[in-house]
């Protein structure tokens, strides 16, 4: 009998597993009432892909009907917390545009951005999720201003801006690098113009300076007063913007070969 007993049990169980999922499956017949209470049983049990999956389902049959919101808000929040954020992001959108009276629609709005801020990857990547974060961020600030959440916004659009300015500087000093100083003043530019309240940029425009200083020693000497005086006015902007800039001595070394360059460049024209 021993041997018959095992496989009896292992049939048990299979006929117990079949009828706890048949009992959260949503079937044809359902009433919109029952097929949500069905998805929001697998949403509370934190099975969220089938959530998702599920909610579906009842957005399919509840248009029009007041679970239509709650559908839509659960199928968001289970994309959500699958981490899907591609989709949760989208879903979010379609319920603050669908529901724009709903109390939850702040939140959603919130989540939209949060989603997007979740996607942003590493700074030397491509940054689409990172300008969208900053777009809807920006919204939200926006549109309430007053919220408990715009704070937490501010801060994460900090984060992002952070991250765009160190993609521009580290593009910049590649430039640097491999010797192609208009190209560098260019982005370490681009990284003060763009982001003037980041950790980058009073470094950017230092690094300017320089790069305008090497564009000019190594250009032929019919170029090299006007690049010598754009790494004066760099330096000049500098001691605006920074006045007490800790990287106030770098820029005072690289104005004064600027300013030697200069003083060579005019004598020799003198002179001819």
């Not at 007063?225 to 001595?249: C, K, L």
Request: proline share 2%; aromatic share 14%.
């Amino acid at each position: 009998m021993q041997h018959l007993i095992k496989p009896l049990i292992v049939i048990l169980i299979l006929i117990t597993v079949a009828a706890c999922g048949s009992r959260h499956t949503i079937q044809p017949g359902d009433s919109v009432d029952v097929a949500f209470e069905k998805a929001m049983g697998l949403y509370e049990r934190e099975r969220f892909s089938q959530a998702a999956d599920a909610f579906e389902v009842v957005l399919s049959i509840a248009r029009g009907t007041d679970i239509a919101a709650d559908a839509q808000y659960y199928l968001a929040k289970s994309h959500y917390h699958n981490r899907s954020f591609l989709l949760a992001a989208s879903e979010f959108r379609r319920f603050a545009r669908n529901y724009t009276t709903d109390e939850r629609r702040q939140e959603a709005e919130f989540l939209e951005a949060y989603s997007h801020y979740r996607m942003s990857p590493r700074y030397n990547l491509d940054q689409t999720e990172t300008y969208n974060a900053l777009n809807r961020f920006q919204l939200f600030t926006t549109r309430y201003p007053d919220s408990e959440l715009a704070e937490e916004a501010v801060e994460y659009m900090d984060e992002l801006r952070d991250k765009l300015a160190k993609k521009k500087f580290r593009a910049a000093e590649m430039y640097f690098r491999i010797r192609e100083y208009r190209s560098a003043a260019l982005y370490f530019e681009l990284t003060v113009e763009n982001y003037p309240e980041s950790r980058w940029a009073e470094r950017a425009l230092v690094n300017q300076i320089q790069s305008y200083v090497e564009y000019a020693e190594n250009s032929v000497r019919d170029r090299q007063q006007e690049r010598f005086e754009s790494a004066v006015d760099a330096y000049q902007r500098y001691v605006q913007i920074f006045p007490r800039g800790e990287n106030r001595a770098r820029a005072e070394e690289y104005y004064d070969r600027a300013l030697s360059g200069l003083a060579e460049v005019t004598a020799i024209s003198e002179g001819l």
